[in-house]
Structure formats: C-alpha cells, structure tokens
C-alpha cells in the first residue's frame, strides 16, 4: 500500500538559511498534519491542513509557513533557521473525508533537518 | 488541554515474555480516540493499535492488545511473546475529534522499550 512521501529524507542547512520540506500524503486523504520531534522528546504538533485550508495550529513559530496544494501535496517553508530548528520533520495524512469525523493518521518517514 | 502521561521511561523484556506499557490521560472530551505508535531507531512512525473511546471492548493487533479504562483514564499496551523487533521507543498518543474533522495528536513522553535475546 502506498504510504506518505516526504521529502528530502535529509537536509543540512547553515543558521539564518532557507529549508522547504515537502509531504505527499496518502492517495485519496485529504487531511495533512506537520509534527516536529527534537531529540528524546515526543512529536509536537505544527499545523494541519483539511482541503487545502489551513485546520488547526499548534506551536509553529512565526519563521514557519505552509500550505496545502490542489493535489493535496503540502509544503513547510522554514525561515531565519536557528540551531534549535534541528529535529525530526513528520508529515502525517488521514482521510476526514465529506461526512467528517476522525480517521487514524499515517506518518511518513520524516525529514531530518540539522541546522550548522 | 488534554495531557498524556506514560510513567515509565524505560522498560525491558525477555524475548517470548508478555510485558505491559502503561500510559494515562487526562481530558474533558467525550469524543475520542487514543493509539499506540512504535517508534525502532529508524525513527518511522509505525502505528500499533487504536481505540476508540465509545467501544467498550478493547482492541487487539495480533500479539498487541489494550486495557482501556475510561473511567480511570487508563490505555495500557500489552505485548505478548515479545520479539526482538518489538525493541522500540512506544508513544501513547490522544485525538479527540469533532463532527467535521479531527484534531492533533497529542502524544505522552515514550517508553523505550528493550527486548533482550
């Protein structure tokens, strides 16, 4: 079965630089969430995406954007990167579908972003 | 706010023995659902089990099951005859969910777990 793509697998940046982690979720899910897990800690939520609106916002700094795309693709712009931005990137999808409701989310296998 | 609460940070098993994870939360919602991730050292995201809240049977996986108490709060993980790949760190994680979408997970802190040869 096809599972959710995120890439790159791996990104090295220099402090105050740039970083664009892309998600592709699930076929057919429409529901797109961003986790980030520093080192030993657990996943915290960033922000989700329902049909390309933007759902729910947890603790995402002002230097982070994303958006979900018509193909349902979505994209985390990272700005001004700081060393404490160094941490596993999850990307997750659901199907919420029309009727709404809940429905498991399904991780990808994360972006590692090291911040020098 | 909703808070997840797993009080053992590490824990280890022999291989082929049945070993619990424990893990309780704490919420004002009536909707929700609550899982099991499993997390190897590749670091992926695996999903162990779910539950929802409104079923009172507990949900099984194979050699993984759960004692969900919801009065207690309560969502133990039960591993039976532990294989030496079930060596993971284990996160119990709470959604809570509304008519029209769901929410974020919120997770609890892990629990490393080690199954020894």
């Known amino acids: 079965a096809a599972g959710v793509i995120q890439s790159p697998r791996h990104l090295i940046k220099e402090k105050r630089e740039t970083a664009t982690l892309k998600c592709y979720p699930i076929p057919r899910h429409d529901t797109v969430y961003w986790y980030q897990q520093g080192p030993g800690q657990d996943p915290q939520f960033l922000i989700s995406f329902y049909e390309k609106m933007q759902s729910d916002k947890g603790s995402i700094p002002d230097r982070f954007s994303a958006q979900q795309f018509s193909d349902y693709h979505s994209e985390l712009n990272m700005s001004s990167l700081e060393l404490g931005d160094s941490a596993l990137y999850f990307c997750?999808?659901?199907?919420?579908?029309?009727?709404?409701?809940?429905?498991?989310?399904?991780f990808g296998p994360g972006t590692r972003l090291t911040v020098l | 706010a909703q808070t997840v609460t797993q009080s053992q940070p590490e824990m280890s098993v022999q291989e082929a023995e049945t070993v619990t994870l424990s893990c309780t939360y704490d919420?004002?919602?009536?909707?929700?659902?609550l899982f099991w991730y499993k997390q190897p050292p590749s670091r992926q995201m695996i999903l162990v089990i779910r539950q929802e809240a409104y079923k009172q049977q507990n949900a099984t996986e194979n050699r993984f099951s759960v004692n969900f108490q919801k009065a207690a709060k309560s969502f133990s993980l039960k591993i039976s005859d532990s294989q030496l790949g079930d060596t993971a760190m284990y996160f119990c994680a709470f959604m809570s969910y509304y008519q029209g979408g769901s929410e974020k997970l919120v997770f609890g802190k892990g629990t490393k777990l080690t199954v020894n040869p």
């Open positions: 919420t004002s919602e009536s909707n929700y659902y």
């Open positions: 997750a999808s659901s199907l919420v579908g029309l009727a709404g409701g809940p429905d498991t989310q399904y």
